[in-house]
């Protein structure tokens, strides 16, 4: 005679080998799109258009591919680390005349 766990849950094992397997290429997937954000915004690493986007939505970046992934990526990019970005930012938006974003600029990079 089965148990009801047993006539509940049949195929235990084969769902979990099934789940395995999903959650294998649900990580094999976030690894690949992590690699490709990192190239892609590499190669903007000069703009400060792309540099400001990635630091006013920091958070989400670090929710959706990891902790301090933001701070991370503007280490790799710039020799001088966060001073680099926040240098060139300043000095990006200044020539252009946007002086209204330097404080928000530099308090989010205080937040890294």
Excluded at 21 to 31: D, F, M, P
Excluded at 58 to 66: K, L, M, N, P, V
Excluded at 68 to 86: A, C, Q, R, T, W
Excluded at 87 to 112: C, D, M, W
Aim: charged share 25%.
């Amino acid at each position: 005679m089965q148990s009801m766990h047993d006539a509940n849950f049949p195929d235990e094992g084969r769902d979990r080998i099934s789940l395995a397997n999903r959650l294998q290429k649900l990580l094999k997937s976030a690894l690949h799109f992590e690699k490709l954000v990192i190239t892609t915004i590499d190669a903007f690493h000069e703009d400060e258009n792309v540099l400001f986007f990635i630091l006013r939505h920091r958070e989400q970046f670090d929710e959706a591919i990891g902790f301090n992934f933001v701070k991370s990526l503007y280490n790799e990019m710039h020799p001088g680390g966060l001073k680099d970005i926040e240098k060139l930012l300043v000095q990006n938006y200044s020539k252009r005349g946007f002086h209204n974003l330097l404080p928000l600029i530099t308090t989010k990079l205080a937040e890294l």
